[in-house]
């Protein structure tokens, strides 16, 4: 088993999009429906009318403007270019029609398989030097072996029972992480029932202390977060829409991704992860409207 690092890894070239080495198949291989987050409708496998000839976007410096608040939220975890330079060795779905179908086939699955190192590279440095991290260093291990597989082999696998085989290791390292602030007092002024699979749409939980919570799979699309203390809280999942994460404390926040972090609105308190880029669209006077 390799040594796994940081570096090498969590939130570094192979699990972060860099779209330079991408043939843009966030714009071709998947489907967006016209709605806030998209302006118009696009068919899976049919380039976005904003994708030029180089791959690159024409309008990327004025997507939210012009409606495209989804694209600037999606992250592919490296799955983009894992796909362009390794699966398919350079070769872009323009060379050829059996390229083409079979890269757009492939690109949700290794995206998919890359989200689950993501969850499981933070399960890694949840458990530290108090657990036994060899399990999940194993798991981690095989799911990397997997996203560098053939595109047939990839095209046949059954991405739902990796992450079931998962599961349980992530569980266990969040409520192993958790159990540190288990004797946390919860604020008394949350009347809603808190737990996995909450729904919470438009929630008041202003200055909530939400630590040592597992939230994951819950709604919190337009909730007020701001605020909140959510250390050690488990978000795997949640949906943080529009949520408002004005002065929350996310630092410590077990299983956040970017894509959370970036579809919520926050501001120059908000405090995030080490590793995470604070929204450019978080801007004073902006943050807090509706």
């Known amino acids: 088993m390799r040594e796994r690092t940081r570096v090498?890894?969590?939130?570094?070239?192979?699990?972060?999009?860099?779209?330079?080495?991408?043939?843009?198949?966030?714009?071709?291989a998947l489907a967006f429906a016209r709605s806030a987050d998209f302006p118009f409708?696009?068919?899976?496998?049919?380039?976005?009318?904003?994708?030029?000839?180089?791959?690159?976007?024409?309008v990327h410096a004025e997507l939210r403007p012009r409606g495209f608040a989804g694209c600037t939220v999606f992250d592919c975890f490296g799955a983009g270019q894992k796909v362009s330079q390794h699966t398919f060795?350079?070769?872009?779905?323009?060379?050829?029609?059996?390229?083409?179908?079979?890269?757009?086939a492939t690109f949700p699955i290794v995206r998919r398989l890359h989200e689950l190192?993501?969850?499981?590279?933070?399960?890694?440095?949840?458990?530290?030097?108090?657990?036994?991290?060899?399990?999940?260093?194993?798991?981690?291990?095989?799911?990397?072996?997997?996203s560098r597989e053939r595109p047939d082999t990839l095209m046949s696998l059954d991405v739902d029972a990796e992450y079931a085989a998962a599961r349980p290791?992530?569980?266990?390292?969040?409520?192993?992480?958790?159990?540190?602030?288990?004797?946390?007092?919860?604020?008394?002024?949350?009347?809603?029932?808190?737990?996995p699979g909450?729904?919470?749409m438009g929630a008041a939980l202003s200055g909530a202390d939400l630590r040592g919570l597992s939230l994951r799979?819950?709604?919190?699309?337009?909730?007020?977060?701001?605020?909140?203390?959510?250390?050690h809280c488990d978000l795997l999942g949640v949906d943080l829409r529009n949520a408002n994460l004005a002065g929350a404390d996310l630092s410590g926040a077990i299983y956040l991704t970017q894509m959370?972090?970036?579809?919520?609105?926050?501001?120059?308190?908000?405090?995030?992860?080490?590793?995470?880029?604070?929204p450019s669209h978080w801007s004073a006077g902006e943050q807090n409207r509706p």
């Not at 890894?9 to 071709?28: H, I, K, N, Q, Y």
Request: hydrophobic share 40%.
């Open 41 to 58: 409708d696009k068919a899976a496998g049919d380039p976005c009318e904003n994708l030029d000839e180089h791959d690159a976007c024409r």
């Open 198 to 200: 909450s729904d919470l």
């Open 217 to 231: 799979g819950s709604l919190l699309i337009g909730a007020d977060l701001s605020g909140a203390r959510l250390s």
């Open 8 to 28: 090498e890894l969590g939130r570094r070239e192979d699990l972060g999009a860099d779209c330079a080495r991408c043939f843009g198949l966030c714009c071709v």
């Open 117 to 146: 190192l993501w969850y499981l590279d933070q399960a890694i440095g949840l458990v530290g030097d108090a657990g036994d991290p060899a399990p999940l260093l194993a798991r981690f291990d095989h799911v990397s072996a997997l």
């Open 169 to 195: 290791l992530l569980l266990r390292a969040s409520e192993d992480a958790r159990r540190v602030v288990a004797g946390a007092r919860r604020d008394r002024g949350v009347r809603r029932r808190l737990g």
């Open 89 to 104: 060795a350079g070769r872009s779905w323009r060379d050829d029609p059996a390229t083409r179908d079979a890269m757009f």
């Open 260 to 278: 959370q972090v970036t579809s919520g609105r926050g501001d120059d308190r908000t405090l995030l992860p080490r590793g995470f880029v604070r």
